[in-house]
């Protein structure tokens, strides 16, 4: 079991990557301001700093953009410290972002462990970091304004893990496009274009049915100030299957409980593949064969054909019932409604006579 980034760094990529950064297009913006070079804190910790603040300053509480800080905090027993360290929050001053730049430092208690931890006092940004960052908030919330608006953050992927990929969360959604954005002084690697890509594979086996409209991803690095965006037409189908064979693994177990299984799937072996056939679609509805083949014929019901059977994935299937439900209560209401006409005439009728 794994994050999203644990498992990337022990796949083996052919030469140039899965994906490679090649197929995206790239647009450099220019805001007239230049990073110091030196820097007295942690990359990472730059990156995170830079993430919450951004999401705060875009609109979201305190308390939900730093939330992971606050759990991991909660996990070794120093929220109170956290609490005091948000109230200091307030915009991009000098205070704002050292008190961030400490606050992000629990993040490792809940994402890794506790053992990570390093004592929050030893974070203390100088006056080239503090200005770094500052920059670089201020560059994304100018991408945003382009980009924009943010439909969703904190992304996770419930029904797309894997006994292989059981933890990971995405940055941002836009309109069209799965974002992940990045503060390292180098171009984007084969390792970062294959990450978003299977954030968008995941999304795509989740139960969340927002992935649907995606038709790009992109990788932005304010540091660097450039956007990296491929639309997904570009890649083909054979690398999003190599993908989730070999990498997400889909072709083992999908979910840890029923508690994971949605309304809808009555068998967790069916909705822990990535797939459904139609035997196992008329098990979990009670709908009849030759309904569901109707379906696919008239383009009601998504289906690609595998050996001599059709299948559906489960983004499909799951919209599919809910919309079969609406048909039925559509059905049972017209029902009512004649049942009462019927009854009225008759009344009508027999008055009369």
């Not at 498992?7 to 110091?36: C, M, W």
């Not at 070794?76 to 704002?96: C, E």
């Amino acid at each position: 079991m794994a994050s999203v980034t644990q498992r990337i760094s022990k796949v083996q990529q052919p030469y140039g990557g899965y994906l490679p950064i090649k197929l995206f297009a790239k647009e450099k913006f220019d805001d007239g301001n230049t990073l110091n070079e030196n820097e007295n804190i942690h990359a990472s910790l730059i990156g995170i700093a830079v993430d919450y603040l951004t999401r705060f300053l875009l609109g979201d509480t305190i308390d939900k953009a730093f939330n992971i800080s606050c759990l991991g905090a909660a996990n070794i027993g120093m929220l109170n410290k956290a609490s005091v360290l948000k109230k200091n929050i307030t915009g991009l001053d000098d205070l704002s972002i050292i008190s961030a730049c400490k606050l992000v430092g629990f993040d490792v208690c809940y994402r890794a462990s506790k053992k990570s931890y390093k004592p929050i006092e030893t974070i203390n940004p100088d006056v080239d970091t503090i200005e770094n960052i500052r920059i670089m908030v201020k560059r994304s919330i100018l991408f945003w304004r382009k980009f924009g608006p943010i439909i969703s953050s904190e992304i996770t992927f419930e029904g797309g893990y894997t006994d292989t990929i059981d933890a990971g969360d995405g940055d941002f959604i836009s309109a069209d496009t799965l974002w992940d954005f990045k503060v390292s002084k180098s171009s984007p690697t084969s390792k970062h274009s294959l990450q978003v890509l299977v954030y968008y594979i995941m999304g795509l086996h989740s139960v969340h049915m927002q992935f649907k409209s995606i038709t790009s991803i992109g990788i932005y690095n304010p540091r660097l100030n450039i956007a990296y965006i491929c639309p997904i037409s570009n890649i083909s189908t054979e690398v999003i299957t190599e993908i989730e064979n070999n990498v997400i693994c889909y072709g083992v177990t999908r979910c840890k409980s029923n508690a994971n299984i949605p309304t809808g799937i009555k068998s967790k072996s069916s909705f822990c593949s990535r797939e459904l056939t139609v035997a196992e679609i008329c098990n979990n509805t009670g709908l009849k064969k030759n309904m569901i083949y109707g379906d696919i014929r008239s383009g009601k019901l998504k289906a690609y054909k595998k050996g001599n059977k059709y299948c559906v994935s489960i983004t499909d299937y799951l919209e599919y019932v809910k919309r079969k439900k609406l048909e039925q209560k559509i059905r049972m209401g017209f029902a009512v409604v004649m049942a009462i006409i019927c009854f009225l005439i008759m009344i009508f009728l027999f008055e009369g006579v």
